[in-house]
């Protein structure tokens, strides 16, 4: 995704109904996958792109403390 920090996203369709998964890699080889909406405009909303990176974020924390 343009303006993120390695967050992927994942486009489902089902019917006439299209769903965005974000993900990111850990390590390279485990996707993590995050948040997901239904999209209904071209633009992805910017606050679903700020709470993947806050997740990715608090993933990578939770990992270091470990």
């Known amino acids: ?6 967050i992927f996203e994942v486009r489902v369709e089902v019917g006439t109904n299209i769903y965005r998964v974000f993900s990111f890699f850990d390590e390279g080889k ?3 996958l995050v948040n ?3 999209k209904k405009s ?3 909303p910017k606050s679903e792109i700020e709470l993947a ?4 974020k ?6 270091k403390r470990k």
Do not use: H, P
């Open 1 to 6: 995704m343009e303006d993120s920090t390695g």
């Open 30 to 32: 485990l996707i993590i």
């Open 36 to 38: 997901g909406f239904q």
């Open 42 to 44: 071209q633009k992805t």
């Open 53 to 56: 990176e806050k997740i990715k």
């Open 58 to 63: 608090q993933y990578f924390d939770e990992k």
